[in-house]
């Protein structure tokens, strides 16, 4: 249409973050980014960012809610470091965001925000966009509401809704920027205001002015253009890690035949789990919200004994007031999937941020001898294959197993090379049917598992509870020498689960001057942090942990390859404290619990700090 | 399909091969004895019963059913039922659980089963004290209890077990006494039948920690003037002769002396599925100069929860159709490379 002038530059990655108020609707701005950015074929990484108040005090610094993309040509594991791109719809988001941005990156301002209130709300003394504050940036300062309002003007819409769609105009202005379509948001705002035509057209008009501002503005001197990654081949779609959780323990269901029973109480930011899964009755999937988090998990250990795949997901403090229940399901051996999203604690602590400080209550959290496996999710992606490992070793060597996420990789997403049902492997079961008497305590040597003998099976009748059980018969036991045995067996059949689980191969050098060693939702920030360091000329590998209990066989004997071990963890030590305790090596630690992912330059210095520069 | 065919059932069957633990003397013998007498008669296969109790005396009691059975943990018994019968609907499901299990500890889990009305039958085996942890009061204690954890008598007001229930939306709500054999032994059944949870309280003697808590109630001179028997359709009489009943004075309950000062149609007649009537009935629960209402307080027809459940999921199916995992992982924006 516009007779483009402008020049086209190709760089190889892009991050970008849009940050506003709470109701300035910046976390559906970024996912719709996000969804066109997916189908342009970049890779890409997320972090959404947001305050636990629903409406924190409009204009505050306590309601800045930011949602931040990187997308790239290249394979990435983050969502990026400094920002090059910050949309700062007011001046709360500019004073909480701008320290991330890159030295002369790009500033995009909504200018009617800026009021004389807002900047004091934002404890801005003058307006930045007016005085020098921002130099050395490249500021791009519009009044998106009164180009909005132009374009909509014969629409007769009140001013918040017209206020309401400037977040569009940001949208189709980044879209310009980096040379997107705009058809996949123009198709989602029709099906999400079906009801409300007049809402379809203000915000369909909004994009586009923001993307025709783009075009014609001077202030713009040019566009970019970030080309297709080279992925493996397949065909892909974007999920976020909640989801993944979701479809994985969907696909271990139907692999092992047992029906998929949810019990869960809400809690931030876990809930997700429970919505997605409600929405899929249609799977036979049954799910139950509980009055709180223990009837939740009970509700889930009386599924298990019926036979069916048993799962709950909370966040740390609904993990301790489950932990009486866990402990049930070890002493029963029933298998049920316990999904720790983690958050910032102690207590209430950081609702909606993110922590990895619940490990050590994950695998020691109960009352007396109660080993439970753990397994922790990497990426957003890695979520479906955690869930369905989860499940499996749950299946396989009835017991309860805990998945570990936490905020950043819950809510985080990237695109998934979506797997063939067909692919996945089958899940084997314990239950018995033979109706002979029947020993519910009867195990199998390879696994160790016992016989899962339904309700509902004619001769299978059978008495299970918490008290400790005979060996052999499975009946009340307080014999001294029998529950020493009972404890061992309890822990040899968790142990035993190393027989099943891959080796750990680290990434970069085989030995060396130092292996960084992770778990959970660090691998992005990790992995690019060692590429950089092997890039230049550094002696460093990286492994990362699945199982964190048990521990891969080798792992022992790869922590000795290394001169040193580093080990970066969002709390204070917490795997630290168990390979120092296992393996009796001075590894190190490099820790913050920011309630944030660690950079890759954190990363990368902690490296530095041990070796040098 | 049963092994044993369920016409051919008996008591025995549902003997287990675990000595019982109570202490000897406890009410809990009698319970137990109803509880195998009445199940070969209710027509389920064996392999369908499931017993599920929580912490306390009264929760040993699947330990001595030979049927399937959960002994859970303190006061959560109701809620692992639930999901026991969510995930298995054509089970039948008894919760057994006590004072302490029930009313105190798992208080929560109580209000919400019978608020979601799951198809559920739960015996509270009520005996005013904490037996298990020898002897403290316990949320059905009388106010004045004296117990090594209220040496100068407790100070705190009691729960009253049928009124909470009813509070809560439960939808079938009965007391029963442990000593009543024939009586029980009926209740267990109407429990049984009905569609949706039936809340039985049972008033058990515990010798050890608060003999006689209830002996007003069934010594043989007193029962007479204090138990009310409630039969639906028949007027709340009592007495050895007969000769009082229950009615309506300005809105309240008062005991009437028939033929002295009402008559005979001024007795209330027991309509269970009066709710009002209900909450009165349950109201009289240790109240001095008052008998104690036995029997059926209170019936309600209301599908239970878990078939709302597998109506919607039936109904997801036939809109929807039959998940497929492959084109739910495929649904929305994918991009091939
Ligand atoms: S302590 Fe009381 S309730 Fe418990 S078994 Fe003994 S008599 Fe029965």
């Given at each position: 249409m516009s007779e483009n002038i402008k020049k086209i530059k190709e760089v190889e990655k892009v991050v970008i973050r849009f940050a506003g108020d709470s109701g300035d609707g910046m976390q559906l701005t970024g996912s719709q980014f996000t969804e066109t950015t997916a189908v342009m074929g970049n890779d890409l990484a997320t972090f959404p960012d947001f305050p636990a108040e629903i409406r924190a005090p409009a204009g505050s610094l306590?309601?800045?809610?930011?949602?931040?993309?990187?997308?790239?040509?290249?394979?990435?594991?983050?969502?990026?470091?400094?920002?090059?791109?910050?949309?700062?719809?007011?001046?709360?988001?500019?004073?909480?965001?701008?320290?991330?941005?890159?030295?002369?990156?790009?500033?995009?301002?909504?200018?009617?925000?800026?009021?004389?209130?807002?900047?004091?709300?934002?404890?801005?003394?003058?307006?930045?966009?007016?005085?020098?504050?921002?130099?050395?940036?490249?500021?791009?300062?519009?009044?998106?509401?009164?180009?909005?309002?132009?374009?909509?003007?014969?629409?007769?819409?009140?001013?918040?809704?017209?206020?309401?769609?400037?977040?569009?105009?940001?949208?189709?202005?980044?879209?310009?920027?980096?040379?997107?379509?705009?058809?996949?948001?123009?198709?989602?705002?029709?099906?999400?205001?079906?009801?409300?035509?007049?809402?379809?057209?203000?915000?369909?008009?909004?994009?586009?002015?923001?993307?025709?501002?783009?075009?014609?503005?001077?202030?713009?001197?040019?566009?970019?253009?970030?080309?297709?990654?080279?992925?493996?081949?397949?065909?892909?779609?974007?999920?976020?890690?909640?989801?993944?959780?979701?479809?994985?323990?969907?696909?271990?269901?139907?692999?092992?035949?047992?029906?998929?029973?949810?019990?869960?109480?809400?809690?931030?930011?876990?809930?997700?789990?429970?919505?997605?899964?409600?929405?899929?009755?249609?799977?036979?999937?049954?799910?139950?919200?509980?009055?709180?988090?223990?009837?939740?998990?009970?509700?889930?250990?009386?599924?298990?004994?019926?036979?069916?795949?048993?799962?709950?997901?909370?966040?740390?403090?609904?993990?301790?007031?489950?932990?009486?229940?866990?402990?049930?399901?070890?002493?029963?051996?029933?298998?049920?999937?316990?999904?720790?999203?983690?958050?910032?604690?102690?207590?209430?602590?950081?609702?909606?941020?993110?922590?990895?400080?619940?490990?050590?209550?994950?695998?020691?959290?109960?009352?007396?001898?109660?080993?439970?496996?753990?397994?922790?999710?990497?990426?957003?992606?890695?979520?479906?294959?955690?869930?369905?490992?989860?499940?499996?070793?749950?299946?396989?060597?009835?017991?309860?197993?805990?998945?570990?996420?936490?905020?950043?990789?819950?809510?985080?997403?990237?695109?998934?090379?979506?797997?063939?049902?067909?692919?996945?492997?089958?899940?084997?079961?314990?239950?018995?049917?033979?109706?002979?008497?029947?020993?519910?305590?009867?195990?199998?040597?390879?696994?160790?598992?016992?016989?899962?003998?339904?309700?509902?099976?004619?001769?299978?009748?059978?008495?299970?509870?918490?008290?400790?059980?005979?060996?052999?018969?499975?009946?009340?036991?307080?014999?001294?020498?029998?529950?020493?045995?009972?404890?061992?067996?309890?822990?040899?059949?968790?142990?035993?689960?190393?027989?099943?689980?891959?080796?750990?191969?680290?990434?970069?050098?085989?030995?060396?001057?130092?292996?960084?060693?992770?778990?959970?939702?660090?691998?992005?920030?990790?992995?690019?942090?060692?590429?950089?360091?092997?890039?230049?000329?550094?002696?460093?590998?990286?492994?990362?942990?699945?199982?964190?209990?048990?521990?891969?066989?080798?792992?022992?004997?790869?922590?000795?390859?290394?001169?040193?071990?580093?080990?970066?963890?969002?709390?204070?030590?917490?795997?630290?404290?168990?390979?120092?305790?296992?393996?009796?090596?001075?590894?190190?630690?490099?820790?913050?619990?920011?309630?944030?992912?660690?950079?890759?330059?954190?990363?990368?210095?902690?490296?530095?700090?041990?070796?040098?520069? | 399909m049963s092994q044993v065919s369920e016409s051919t059932l008996t008591r025995k069957d549902f003997i287990s091969d675990q000595d019982v633990r109570w202490c000897p003397g406890c009410g809990d013998y009698a319970i137990l004895a109803q509880v195998q007498k009445v199940f070969p008669d209710l027509g389920i296969p064996k392999e369908n019963f499931l017993i599920v109790s929580g912490i306390g005396c009264s929760s040993r009691f699947p330990y001595y059913m030979d049927t399937f059975g959960f002994h859970s943990i303190h006061g959560r018994a109701t809620a692992l039922a639930t999901g026991a019968k969510m995930a298995n609907p054509d089970l039948s499901v008894w919760v057994v659980t006590g004072d302490g299990d029930a009313m105190s500890i798992g208080g929560n889990h109580f209000i919400h089963i019978l608020r979601r009305n799951l198809d559920i039958n739960i015996l509270l085996f009520n005996n005013e004290v904490y037996g298990l942890t020898k002897g403290q009061y316990s949320p059905t204690s009388s106010q004045g209890h004296i117990s090594k954890s209220t040496p100068l008598g407790s100070v705190d007001y009691p729960f009253n077990p049928p009124q909470l229930a009813l509070g809560a939306g439960g939808t079938f709500i009965a007391r029963g006494i442990d000593r009543e054999l024939k009586h029980l032994n009926q209740l267990l059944k109407e429990a049984h039948n009905h569609s949706g949870t039936s809340f039985l309280e049972i008033y058990q003697n515990c010798w050890v920690y608060n003999d006689g808590a209830f002996a007003n109630l069934t010594e043989k001179e007193l029962k007479m003037e204090t138990q009310l028997i409630l039969e639906q359709g028949m007027p709340m009489i009592f007495g050895k002769d007969k000769d009082k009943g229950m009615r309506l004075v300005k809105g309240n309950l008062e005991v009437g002396m028939i033929g002295k000062d009402c008559k005979m149609e001024d007795i209330l007649v027991h309509d269970e599925k009066n709710k009002i009537h209900g909450l009165m009935l349950s109201e009289l629960t240790h109240k001095d100069g008052f008998p104690t209402p036995i029997g059926i307080i209170y019936r309600e027809e209301k599908p239970p929860y878990e078939e709302l459940l597998l109506n919607q999921i039936q109904k997801a199916i036939q809109i929807q159709g039959e998940g497929n995992l492959d084109s739910l992982f495929q649904n929305g924006h994918t991009w091939k490379v």
């Open positions: 306590a309601g800045v809610s930011s949602f931040q993309i990187q997308f790239s040509s290249d394979i990435i594991q983050t969502p990026g470091d400094d920002l090059d791109v910050l949309v700062a719809m007011n001046p709360a988001a500019l004073k909480t965001n701008l320290q991330d941005l890159k030295q002369s990156g790009i500033i995009i301002a909504n200018k009617a925000n800026y009021s004389k209130k807002n900047l004091k709300l934002a404890g801005w003394e003058t307006n930045p966009l007016e005085d020098d504050t921002l130099m050395g940036y490249q500021l791009i300062a519009l009044d998106m509401t009164k180009i909005v309002s132009h374009a909509v003007e014969d629409m007769n819409l009140t001013s918040k809704t017209v206020s309401r769609s400037t977040n569009m105009f940001a949208l189709g202005l980044m879209f310009w920027l980096y040379d997107r379509s705009m058809d996949s948001t123009i198709s989602f705002l029709n099906k999400k205001f079906a009801k409300r035509p007049e809402l379809v057209e203000s915000n369909i008009r909004a994009l586009k002015s923001g993307y025709h501002y783009g075009d014609t503005v001077e202030a713009i001197q040019s566009s970019y253009k970030v080309p297709k990654a080279k992925f493996e081949r397949g065909l892909y779609r974007n999920i976020m890690g909640n989801q993944a959780v979701c479809y994985g323990l969907m696909a271990a269901s139907q692999k092992s035949k047992c029906r998929l029973f949810y019990g869960g109480y809400p809690i931030t930011p876990a809930s997700d789990i429970l919505h997605i899964l409600s929405n899929h009755k249609n799977f036979k999937v049954k799910t139950f919200q509980a009055e709180d988090e223990i009837a939740a998990i009970m509700s889930v250990i009386g599924a298990a004994y019926c036979g069916s795949l048993g799962i709950t997901a909370t966040s740390g403090p609904g993990i301790a007031l489950k932990s009486e229940a866990m402990g049930l399901a070890v002493v029963t051996e029933l298998p049920l999937v316990i999904v720790n999203v983690q958050r910032g604690g102690p207590s209430t602590g950081m609702p909606t941020k993110t922590e990895q400080a619940d490990l050590l209550q994950a695998l020691f959290g109960r009352n007396g001898e109660a080993p439970i496996p753990v397994i922790a999710a990497s990426t957003p992606v890695d979520c479906f294959n955690a869930a369905f490992e989860s499940a499996r070793i749950a299946m396989e060597y009835m017991t309860p197993v805990v998945l570990l996420s936490d905020a950043y990789v819950a809510n985080g997403s990237e695109p998934w090379l979506i797997p063939s049902m067909e692919d996945l492997p089958e899940i084997e079961t314990h239950i018995k049917k033979d109706g002979t008497k029947f020993q519910p305590f009867k195990r199998n040597e390879e696994q160790l598992a016992r016989d899962w003998g339904l309700p509902g099976t004619p001769g299978m009748e059978h008495r299970v509870g918490g008290l400790e059980k005979d060996e052999h018969t499975g009946n009340v036991s307080y014999d001294p020498i029998n529950h020493h045995r009972m404890t061992e067996l309890r822990y040899e059949k968790i142990n035993k689960i190393a027989d099943s689980i891959p080796e750990i191969v680290p990434h970069g050098a085989k030995s060396g001057d130092i292996l960084v060693l992770g778990w959970g939702s660090t691998y992005g920030a990790i992995r690019t942090a060692v590429n950089e360091a092997i890039k230049d000329g550094k002696s460093v590998a990286h492994a990362h942990l699945s199982y964190l209990n048990p521990f891969p066989k080798n792992l022992g004997e790869i922590l000795l390859k290394y001169r040193y071990i580093l080990i970066p963890e969002m709390n204070f030590g917490q795997l630290l404290m168990l390979i120092r305790n296992k393996y009796l090596i001075n590894a190190k630690g490099l820790n913050k619990v920011h309630g944030k992912p660690f950079t890759v330059s954190e990363i990368y210095s902690g490296i530095n700090d041990i070796i040098g520069d | -």
